[in-house]
């Protein structure tokens, strides 16, 4: 079968414009004992599967994971314009790096749009890969998918997440949500 990407569950601009490393391990560890187990782990990922999957047949196309990722990221954008004019200043995204904010800011007039926020979260994203010629992923390959990336994340291999785990990629950068 010819090997087709389409882009994974990552939220860009919630891990760089605001969302704390702590609410992101929150969502994951639901039992509260500060570990995320690979049961937690598939479960949020599958609560974000069952987002994309707007046409609900057990299948991510590409077009419901581009529509999902730009809701996300449109909605994360309306959180953060405090003022409501549309774009996103240094003030109302204090935890994103003045890198970070730069390399959005397109037209470099020191404020962020949302098109500047959504156009660089799409081309970022991590890509995953589907086994079918119509590039959808589906719920058997996602939960894989899943499983290979908790593998991943759990440096230490105690078979949990651990805060700093999750939230950083396995190459030690930040990992995105």
Same mark, same amino acid.
């Given at each position: 079968?010819?090997?087709? $990407?389409?882009? $994974?569950?990552? #939220?860009?601009?919630?891990?760089? $414009?605001?969302?704390?490393?702590?609410?992101?391990?929150?969502?994951?560890?639901?039992?509260?004992? *500060?570990?995320?187990?690979?049961?937690?782990?598939?479960?949020?990922?599958?609560? *974000?599967?069952?987002?994309? /999957?707007?046409?609900? /047949?057990?299948?991510?196309?590409?077009?419901?994971?581009?529509?999902?990722?730009?809701?996300?990221?449109?909605?994360?954008?309306?959180?953060?314009?405090?003022?409501?004019?549309?774009?996103?200043? *240094?003030?109302?995204?204090?935890?994103?790096?003045?890198?970070?904010?730069?390399?959005?800011?397109?037209?470099?007039?020191?404020?962020?749009?949302?098109?500047?926020?959504?156009?660089?979260? #799409?081309?970022?994203?991590?890509?995953?890969?589907?086994?079918?010629?119509?590039?959808?992923?589906?719920?058997?390959?996602?939960?894989?998918?899943? /499983?290979?990336?908790?593998?991943?994340?759990?440096?230490?291999? /105690?078979?949990? #997440?651990?805060?700093?785990?999750?939230?950083?990629?396995?190459?030690?950068?930040?990992?995105?949500?």
């Amino acid at each position: 079968m010819k090997k087709a $990407s389409i882009i $994974s569950a990552a #939220l860009l601009l919630a891990t760089a $414009s605001g969302a704390s490393a702590e609410d992101k391990f929150s969502k994951h560890d639901k039992n509260g004992d *500060r570990k995320v187990s690979p049961a937690e782990f598939l479960a949020r990922s599958e609560i *974000r599967f069952r987002e994309m /999957d707007t046409s609900g /047949d057990g299948r991510v196309s590409p077009e419901e994971r581009k529509k999902y990722q730009e809701r996300k990221e449109l909605d994360e954008f309306a959180e953060h314009d405090t003022n409501g004019d549309g774009k996103l200043t *240094r003030q109302e995204v204090p935890k994103m790096s003045s890198d970070s904010f730069e390399k959005r800011d397109d037209n470099d007039d020191g404020a962020l749009t949302r098109k500047e926020v959504v156009t660089h979260a #799409l081309k970022k994203h991590h890509w995953y890969e589907a086994d079918d010629e119509d590039a959808s992923l589906a719920r058997a390959e996602h939960r894989s998918l899943c /499983d290979k990336r908790f593998k991943k994340l759990d440096r230490n291999g /105690d078979g949990a #997440l651990s805060e700093d785990e999750l939230n950083k990629k396995g190459d030690g950068s930040q990992e995105d949500d």
